[in-house]
């Protein structure tokens, strides 16, 4: 979310620089980022349930939700095609490789074309690489502390203790 933030003020900004390349590059990269999120709901609930599932995705809280189904162990609700962990993996995936990674290289291409050492675009691509670190993070650490992954296959998940202190520590 932090990082969708400081891309929208990043358009605004190479916008009133115009930097119209910049500018364009970066919408397409949240544009897609949420149509594909769009799509893959769209294909994993049922129609009764998409007015719902969309808004969370289009007020851009899609993340946070399904954070929170993950963590209260959401039962698989009748039409869904996959589990919330599932659901939130490839969300996150999406995210990563639509908006984060190509939001990183937009940001550093810009200040390295301009000299613009200020804070607003340290900070946004601070922001773009810490939360593709984040992200990929917790997709690991979610599959490797599931009791399930370890119990199909204990030689491959499991390298990490499932506790919560354990949690943080990893995605510190």
């Not at 605004?12 to 980022?33: D, F, H």
């Not at 993950?70 to 659901?87: L, M």
Request: aromatic fraction near 6%; charge should be negative.
């Amino acid at each position: 979310m932090s990082d969708m933030v400081s891309d929208i003020v990043m358009v605004a900004r190479y916008y009133s620089n115009n930097q119209m390349s910049y500018a364009l590059a970066t919408v397409i990269c949240i544009g897609l980022n949420l149509v594909i999120q769009a799509i893959m709901v769209f294909s994993n609930h049922p129609l009764d349930r998409q007015v719902k599932e969309q808004a969370i995705v289009w007020t851009l809280i899609k993340p946070g939700v399904d954070a929170h189904r993950v963590a209260t162990k959401a039962k698989v609700q009748e039409g869904d095609a996959i589990d919330a962990r599932a659901e939130m993996t490839g969300i996150r995936v999406v995210e990563m490789v639509t908006e984060s990674i190509p939001g990183t290289i937009i940001q550093a291409m810009a200040i390295v074309s301009t000299g613009d050492l200020s804070a607003t675009p340290v900070v946004s691509l601070t922001s773009s690489i810490l939360t593709t670190a984040f992200i990929s993070a917790q997709i690991s650490h979610e599959w490797d502390a599931s009791e399930e992954q370890r119990r199909k296959d204990p030689a491959f998940y499991g390298y990490l203790p499932s506790s919560l202190k354990w949690r943080g520590f990893t995605l510190l």
